[in-house]
Each structure stands twice: as C-alpha cells, then as structure tokens.
Nanobody, 124 residues
Framework: QVQLVESGGGSVQPGGSLRLSCAAS????????IGWFRQAPGKEREGVSC????????YYADSVKGRFTISEDVAMDTVYLQMNNLKPEDTAVYYC?????????????????WGQGTQVTVSS
C-alpha cells in the first residue's frame, strides 16, 4: 500500500520545539520532492518547506526561515521537519506530500502522495 505517514505533532508552549516525521511506505522517495504543508482553520493550505531527494536542495517559507529545518534519511525513506521557536501562528494541521512540483515547491497541486496530517498546537 502506497502511503505517507506523519508523526510527531502535539501541543507546546510558545518558544518550544517539535520534530515531525514523514515515512514513506510502499514506494521510495528517490527522485521525488517532499514537501511539508500546513492548514489552519479557515485558511488555505500553505507550503512550509520542501526537500528534493536528488540533490538535497531545501526550500522554506519566509515565515519559518531560521526556525524550521527539513532533512531526509534516504535509507529510511523518511523526511523530518525540526520546528524550533514555535509561535502561536504555527498552529495548524501539518501534512507531508511527495511528488514532482517542477519548481513550484509551494504549490500543493504539484504533489501526488499525501499523508493524513498531524496536529501542531502552540499555545500558552
């Protein structure tokens, strides 16, 4: 069965950290781009970060630069999103996705496979 499985969400206070994981099952992430997206209630899904498996290039939304880090364990077909200095505005359901977005990493339409999502809540 082809699927992406996210884990690592939870509730933290502002300034805290979380690490999200995205594991591929039934296929390999080789030659694919893996993106993290998030969607808050009443808002559109937005691109947070992306890593390309072929050369390891990384991309970040301006809102998370310097706070979030994306990485990949190629052998495990798993991608991580380390989130530091979390803010209340980071609260959302976070999704990982895999595909070939052809340069527009932030566009959800460029991704084929999606995980089920994991909730991240930042609140004092």
């Amino acid at each position: 069965q082809v699927q992406l499985v996210e884990s690592g969400g939870g509730s933290v206070q502002p300034g805290g950290s979380l690490r999200l994981s995205c594991a591929a099952s039934g296929f390999t992430l080789d030659y694919l781009a893996i993106g993290w997206f998030r969607q808050a209630p009443g808002k559109e899904r937005e691109g947070v970060s992306c890593i390309t498996s072929d050369d390891g290039s990384t991309y970040y939304a301006d809102s998370v630069k310097g706070r979030f880090t994306i990485s990949e364990d190629v052998a495990m077909d798993t991608v991580y999103l380390q989130m530091n200095n979390l803010k209340p505005e980071d609260t959302a359901v976070y999704y990982c996705a895999a595909g070939d977005p052809l340069g527009t990493w932030y566009n959800p339409l460029g991704y084929t496979y999606w995980g089920q999502g994991t909730q991240v809540t930042v609140s004092s």
